[in-house]
């Protein structure tokens, strides 16, 4: 595993206090942190680092009178509790229950729901200023009624951009926000419909355009060839955009699990990318095969500054972030998900890139990481 000078937990979910919790109003039920995580980060005018947390609220007892209950926002209503028989539905996930009658449709429901909370953090991001507890951001429409997640932000011409995965019954997709200071956003609406996640707006145009990096989902894949250097399962696309409105796939295919990498269940998106004076620099998360989740790994590339589908340079040896148990020592009653690192934002601080991930789906990691890391001679 590799090591870096300054690799530590920064926010927890200690940390957070939940009697600004937006559920606070509706829910009667104790609640609790299960996590605040997978931050998207960028850097504010003043110098200092916002982080965009995932704060994932849990029912304390989710389980009541043999049956299970899961957290929803209605239109109308505001937060609910819906409740389904535990001979209903399968618990195998800690992060989600499936309900078999609509088996062998995976049809979810969730325990947590998650919102986002700002957190500022210094100019070296190894300490927080302030938690922004009145710029929440928590859902408004129909389709976030079980939750906002995954936050990634980029900084292009003088504005915030950031994309969420929005959860509900009518879809699972990818809205936009827009700020002019990185703390009051505005929501632009749904981007990428059903089953698109991890979508990472690079941090400037490329001929004219705005590129991103997506993540399309789906319960059935194609095979390959019998030879064919790829395999098939989830990948990581390419998509353009003349306004960050309206997006068009590339048909150029981009990065795929690999038929050498029999271990790799999937792959995703992690950091916006940013450019470097060597290209387009872009983290991203491997899945391999264990147990119900799986582990997960960070590793980077490099793409052409000009041709982004054009990939220079891509780093699957050894990776780049992997979890580490010594980080979050002393909150073993906490966790409950082991080996998984999910790296959600970079910004550079002079010779060091300042690295945002989520540990183990609990708590915030940042991570300094030397410019020498990425070079390819």
Not at 159 to 168: A, D, F
Not at 300 to 313: A, E, R, S
Not at 345 to 363: F, H, K, N, R, T
């Amino acid at each position: 595993m590799k090591t870096y000078a300054f690799d530590k937990i920064v926010l927890s979910p200690a940390d957070i206090d939940l009697s600004y919790s937006p559920l606070r109003a509706q829910i009667q039920e104790e609640t609790y942190v299960l996590g605040a995580f997978n931050p998207g980060m960028s850097r504010l005018s003043n110098g200092n680092l916002i982080l965009m947390v995932r704060i994932a609220e849990a029912l304390r007892q989710p389980v009541r009178s043999d049956k299970i209950h899961s957290i929803r926002w209605d239109v109308e209503k505001g937060y609910v509790l819906d409740a389904y028989p535990l001979d209903e539905v399968d618990i195998s996930d800690p992060r989600k229950f499936t309900l078999k009658n609509f088996a062998p449709t995976p049809v979810m429901a969730l325990t947590s729901l998650s919102w986002i909370l700002p957190v500022e953090l210094n100019a070296r991001g190894d300490a927080i200023v302030r938690i922004h507890y009145d710029k929440i951001i928590a859902p408004q429409k129909g389709y976030q009624e079980y939750g906002i997640e995954d936050a990634r932000i980029s900084f292009i011409q003088g504005k915030y951009y950031m994309t969420t995965c929005s959860v509900s019954s009518e879809r699972h997709s990818t809205t936009l926000y827009r700020s002019d200071d990185g703390l009051h956003y505005t929501l632009e609406g749904i981007i990428l419909d059903h089953q698109n996640k991890d979508m990472l707006l690079f941090e400037g145009k490329i001929n004219g355009l705005y590129y991103a990096l997506t993540r399309p989902l789906g319960s059935a894949f194609f095979a390959t060839a019998p030879r064919a250097a790829f395999k098939p399962g989830p990948s990581i696309n390419l998509a353009q955009s003349p306004d960050l409105l309206h997006w068009k796939p590339v048909d150029t295919p981009f990065l795929r699990p690999m038929q050498n990498s029999h271990s790799v269940l999937k792959l995703g998106g992690g950091s916006q990318p940013i450019l470097t004076p060597d290209g387009w620099l872009f983290l991203f998360h491997v899945v391999e095969e264990k147990g119900e989740v799986g582990i997960y790994k960070t590793y980077w590339g490099l793409m052409d500054k000009d041709n982004p589908t054009k990939i220079l340079h891509l780093e699957m040896g050894q990776p780049l972030i992997e979890a580490n148990p010594e980080l979050t020592k002393g909150m073993e009653d906490s966790i409950y998900l082991k080996d998984v690192v999910f790296t959600t934002g970079i910004a550079e601080m002079g010779g060091q890139y300042i690295v945002a991930s989520g540990e183990l789906d609990l708590c915030c990691r940042i991570t300094h990481i030397p410019k020498s890391v990425f070079k390819t001679q």
